[in-house]
């Protein structure tokens, strides 16, 4: 197959979810705001996570928009004029830099004062090149998301999660003390959830056959340190960057040497790379999503559903008991 250049590549996994996005756009006339609420009241985030943190604290007392809409890749999100309009409107903009590039740039163009990056809440200590482990994604031409060096997915690990709750909640209690008692309560029960999830998920992964946890896209590093498994990502932290011959024999002799049964890919992505790899080694493939948006291909109608239904596949593609 002849090379295709980067920005295609990316958008061809992309395409059904771009058709969406446009049609939704062209059917509501709106951009970050997402509808009838005056911008200046709205709450913006930047993609799902954040979005449904942002909406478990505010419990409805101020509406919450995303720019990343359901279905889109927030990896490589654009932003139209719209949302950026929105960005500089909004009451409180509210992301994690060094994800989204597009939006780590439109943040610049807002009042610093009505902006919370929650990166630093987050704990970002897993570099690209741990979270890939040996699967050869420190290639540079693989990192061309914007990552920065840092492994961005902190919400696949519920204690990592809570800590930036708690940061955007000690914001929104600082900016709107009227709703004080509303955040303040809201979040202890968010944070109390995600620590019953957290208990679940220590307990589920306690005792399993492999602690070789072997995925297409590399984000369940958080995930892994969090449980004592340890990620092999064949595609790295971007979904639909080629993997090399070199790095799929290595996750292939990896799966062989080691007992792994299973393979994982993402709900939304193609998984011919997970497939080549089974099909050479005889491990099965099964779903694990990285909860970067809820579709309805989503394993679950939110954070977690999903959550759960990762533990059930993890417990049986590990073999634990
Ligand atoms: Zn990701």
Same mark, same amino acid.
């Given at each position: 197959?002849?090379?295709?250049?980067?920005?295609?590549?990316?958008?061809?996994?992309?395409?059904?979810?771009?058709?969406?996005?446009?049609?939704?756009?062209?059917?509501?006339?709106?951009?970050?705001?997402?509808?009838?609420?005056?911008?200046?009241?709205?709450?913006?985030?930047?993609?799902?996570?954040?979005?449904?943190?942002?909406?478990?604290?505010?419990?409805?007392?101020?509406?919450?928009?995303?720019?990343?809409?359901?279905?889109?890749?927030?990896?490589?999100?654009?932003?139209?004029?719209?949302?950026?309009?929105?960005?500089?409107?909004?009451?409180?903009?509210?992301?994690?830099?060094?994800?989204?590039?597009?939006?780590?740039?439109?943040?610049?163009?807002?009042?610093?004062?009505?902006?919370?990056?929650?990166?630093?809440?987050?704990?970002?200590?897993?570099?690209?090149?741990?979270?890939?482990?040996?699967?050869?994604?420190?290639?540079?031409?693989?990192?061309? *998301? /914007?990552?920065? %060096?840092?492994? #961005?997915?902190?919400?696949?690990?519920? =204690?990592?999660?809570? &800590? $930036? !709750?708690?940061?955007?909640?000690?914001?929104?209690?600082?900016?709107?003390?009227?709703?004080?008692?509303?955040?303040?309560?809201?979040?202890?029960?968010?944070?109390?959830?995600?620590?019953?999830?957290?208990?679940?998920?220590?307990?589920?992964?306690?005792?399993?056959?492999?602690?070789?946890?072997?995925?297409?896209?590399?984000?369940?590093?958080?995930?892994?340190?969090?449980?004592?498994?340890?990620? *092999? /990502?064949?595609? %790295?932290?971007? #979904?639909?960057?080629?993997?090399?011959? =070199?790095?799929?024999? &290595? $996750? !292939?002799?990896?799966?062989?040497?080691?007992?792994?049964?299973?393979?994982?890919?993402?709900?939304?992505?193609?998984?011919?790379?997970?497939?080549?790899?089974?099909?050479?080694?005889?491990?099965?493939?099964a779903?694990l999503?990285?909860?970067?948006?809820?579709?309805?291909?989503?394993?679950?109608?939110?954070?977690?559903?999903?959550?759960?239904?990762n533990?059930v596949a993890l417990?049986?593609g590990?073999?634990?008991?």
């Open positions: 197959m002849p090379p295709v250049p980067p920005p295609l590549r990316r958008l061809l996994p992309a395409l059904a979810a771009a058709t969406t996005l446009v049609l939704a756009a062209a059917a509501c006339g709106s951009g970050a705001n997402g509808g009838t609420s005056a911008a200046e009241d709205v709450v913006v985030t930047s993609f799902y996570p954040i979005q449904f943190a942002t909406q478990q604290i505010t419990g409805g007392a101020v509406p919450v928009s995303v720019l990343t809409k359901p279905g889109a890749e927030p990896h490589d999100l654009e932003l139209s004029p719209q949302d950026i309009g929105g960005m500089t409107k909004a009451r409180l903009v509210v992301y994690a830099d060094g994800f989204q590039p597009a939006v780590d740039e439109a943040v610049g163009l807002v009042d610093p004062a009505k902006v919370l990056d929650v990166a630093d809440a987050a704990k970002l200590t897993l570099t690209l090149a741990e979270e890939s482990g040996h699967a050869g994604e420190t290639d540079p031409q693989h990192d061309d *998301h /914007g990552h920065s %060096g840092s492994d #961005p997915h902190f919400w696949l690990d519920p =204690s990592r999660y809570a &800590a $930036v !709750a708690e940061a955007i909640s000690a914001r929104l209690v600082k900016d709107d003390p009227q709703h004080a008692a509303t955040y303040t309560k809201n979040t202890a029960v968010f944070v109390e959830k995600l620590s019953e999830l957290d208990d679940e998920m220590r307990r589920g992964l306690e005792q399993c056959r492999t602690k070789q946890l072997v995925t297409s896209h590399a984000a369940f590093g958080y995930l892994a340190a969090r449980y004592g498994l340890q990620q *092999h /990502g064949i595609t %790295g932290v971007s #979904p639909e960057a080629e993997p090399s011959a =070199s790095a799929l024999k &290595a $996750v !292939a002799d990896l799966v062989s040497s080691s007992g792994v049964t299973t393979i994982y890919q993402e709900t939304l992505v193609e998984p011919h790379f997970a497939q080549t790899v089974a099909g050479s080694t005889g491990a099965k493939v779903t999503d990285p909860i970067e948006g809820i579709t309805s291909a989503s394993v679950g109608r939110d954070y977690f559903e999903v959550m759960r239904s533990l417990r049986d590990q073999g634990c008991s």
